[in-house]
């Protein structure tokens, strides 16, 4: 399957440290995107890297891409309670429906 | 405010009732999903339309029945569904093969469904 996993599965952390989850993915990608979702809401889109990019940044979140080993990792530096959410990423495949293909999630509480 | 829109937010329902969810998009997009988040359990891709026309059907049971009258709104008629089908039910949409955009996909709060 091509879908995303997501680990850990479930983070628990302080307010202030910060937050890194990983996604690894099976074929080839045209993006990865990340987005998240809090608690009985939709799924907001955070990032979208290409896969001919290697590190994107969006305030205090950052994306790696690493093709070679087919993984992605979602850096949230400096967390706040307010980034307690779920984590996905979605693949899109190369040659594919450019349909996004989401994993399971993690599962981020930050404590204040 | 995503621009997508889904009523109800919360439906409860009889296994023997007929029912519809409700979806509009403002984006001006072209494309627009049905997708089930069931707990403990990957996002489920269930339909897709493309300017309208179904693209995708997962094998879903015919027990959900979409329908897309134009590019802006989708419905999903749900009819004698079992207590297992309860789930959020989210709408999406999005500008397929857009480009710079990557077919990034939009979505709304979600319909939480309990089937009794």
């Not at chain 1, 879908?3 to 690894?24: F, H, K, R, V």
């Not at chain 1, 907001?44 to 990019?53: D, F, K, M, P």
């Not at chain 2, 409860?12 to 519809?20: A, L, Q």
Request: proline content about 4%; glycine content about 8%; aromatic content about 8%.
């Amino acid at each position: 399957s091509q879908q995303g996993e997501e680990d850990p599965q479930a983070l628990s952390i302080q307010e202030g440290e910060n937050a890194t989850m990983n996604c690894s993915y099976k074929t080839s990608i045209n993006n990865l995107q990340w987005y998240r979702q809090n608690s009985g809401r939709g799924l907001v889109h955070l990032i979208l890297i290409r896969s001919n990019e290697r590190e994107k940044h969006s305030g205090r979140l950052r994306v790696t891409l690493d093709t070679s080993k087919k993984s992605s990792s979602l850096l949230i530096t400096a967390s706040r309670a307010a980034d307690t959410a779920s984590y996905f990423c979605a693949t899109v495949a190369s040659g594919g429906s450019y349909i996004p293909t989401f994993g399971r999630g993690t599962s981020l509480i930050v404590h204040p | 405010e995503t621009g997508v829109t889904q009523t109800p937010r919360h439906l409860v329902m009889g296994m023997t009732n007929k029912k519809s969810l409700k979806c509009e998009q403002h984006l001006g997009h072209n494309a627009m999903y049905w997708y089930k988040q069931s707990a403990k359990k990957p996002l489920e891709l269930m339909f897709v339309y493309n300017f309208k026309e179904q693209t995708e059907n997962n094998s879903v049971p015919s027990r959900f029945s979409p329908e897309c009258p134009n590019s802006s709104h989708l419905f999903l008629h749900l009819h004698t569904l079992q207590p297992e089908d309860s789930a959020l039910y989210l709408c999406a949409s999005s500008q397929l093969h857009g480009g710079s955009s990557g077919n990034t996909i939009y979505f709304g709060e979600g319909s939480w469904l309990t089937v009794v």
